[in-house]
Nanobody, 120 residues
């Protein structure tokens, strides 16, 4: 069994910063890509940023230059550093990981979500 546990969400003023963390645990053999998605009320879940096992990254246009995704492979953890936050960044942020378990099955796993609210 594999679990993703997120932390770091909260309320922040426009222009502020937050750092999200997501730790994977359980029957993990290897982790391929890791990513952050977000879903605002009444909208679809969209990709925010992704990172491969080798460290290559890609970002949604709306967050380029403001958000940075990184990972610590030794800790099976992915981070999202969010700077210059805007009210339109308000959403539930979800961690996603493509994981090969100890039985060699590859699946996508999701965290439970963490609320980020940007408001004055």
């Amino acid at each position: 069994q594999v679990q993703l546990v997120e932390s770091g969400g909260g309320l922040v003023q426009p222009g502020g910063s937050l750092r999200l963390s997501c730790a994977a645990s359980g029957s993990i053999r290897s982790i391929n890509s890791m990513a952050w998605y977000r879903q605002a009320p009444g909208k679809e879940r969209d990709l925010v940023a992704a990172i491969t096992s080798g460290g290559s990254t890609n970002y949604a246009d709306s967050v380029k230059g403001r958000f940075t995704i990184s990972r610590d492979n030794a800790k099976n953890t992915v981070y999202l550093q969010m700077n210059s936050l805007k009210p339109e960044d308000t959403a539930v942020y979800y961690c996603n990981a493509n994981i090969r378990n100890t039985r060699f099955y590859v699946s996508d796993y999701w965290g439970q979500g963490t609320q980020v609210t940007v408001s004055s």
